[in-house]
């Protein structure tokens, strides 16, 4: 099974200015999760997906550049359209959809989730964090009953998607514009590896917990 990984990748980021190009551990936020991809076992290829040649001297070594059009770069842009047109110029069994946004994801993650899906017990995978705590949706207890609080380490726990990785075959994607089927493998990380940056208070703390330890490179 030919197996692609693509990183979409816009320079013209709202909530933080430049951020896949912003240095993180001495190098581009972006080059993070491609170094991961690179050394995951059972990805044949992977591709950086932009609209601007500029990112291609920065690219680590084994990583394929597609330029996408500059009209996947709008605000409203949303992910079905860069999906649709990726899939559609490069073609593959099994799709991995990572993002630059969680430079922490290992790729021995990656790789179990790959096997997963490989074997034909699950028809997709996907990065979550297991949160044990009091959540609440739409105004009402999503895990529990405040009649009878129970303990925290007794609770119901919830699982959070992450933006790290997506796992998901060909037909999944083309067929049903989904890139989560109907049985999922779910990869629980915890909150380091599942982190993404969306908001400068987030790069702020990547930029403590890469100090703090060393990247994978």
């Not at 936020?29 to 170094?35: A, D, F, Q, T």
């Not at 999944?172 to 940056?197: Q, S």
Request: proline share 6%; net charge neutral; hydrophobic share 40%.
């Amino acid at each position: 099974m030919k197996t692609v990984a693509f990183v979409p990748i816009r320079l013209n980021s709202q909530r933080v200015a430049g951020k896949n190009l912003r240095l993180l551990g001495g190098e581009p936020l972006m080059c993070h999760i491609l170094r991961t991809l690179t050394r995951t076992e059972g990805i044949d290829e992977v591709w950086v997906y932009c609209s601007d040649e500029s990112i291609r001297p920065l690219l680590p070594e084994g990583v394929r550049f597609r330029r996408r059009s500059e009209e996947l770069d709008r605000d409203t842009t949303l992910g079905r359209e860069i999906y649709d047109s990726f899939t559609s110029e490069v073609d593959a069994d099994l799709y991995v959809l990572a993002h630059a946004t969680s430079p922490f994801i290992r790729a021995e993650t990656v790789a179990a989730a790959l096997g997963k899906v490989r074997s034909g017990a699950y028809d997709s995978a996907f990065s979550a964090e297991r949160i044990q705590t009091f959540a609440w949706y739409g105004g009402r207890p999503l895990n529990y009953s405040p009649d009878a609080i129970p303990r925290t380490q007794t609770i119901e726990p919830i699982y959070i998607e992450t933006s790290a990785f997506f796992i998901f075959p060909r037909a999944l994607w083309r067929e049903r514009h989904r890139r989560i089927g109907d049985r999922p493998y779910m990869a629980v990380v915890d909150r380091i590896e599942g982190m993404d940056i969306d908001y400068p208070e987030d790069f702020t703390m990547a930029e403590i917990i890469a100090a703090s330890r060393t990247l994978p490179r």
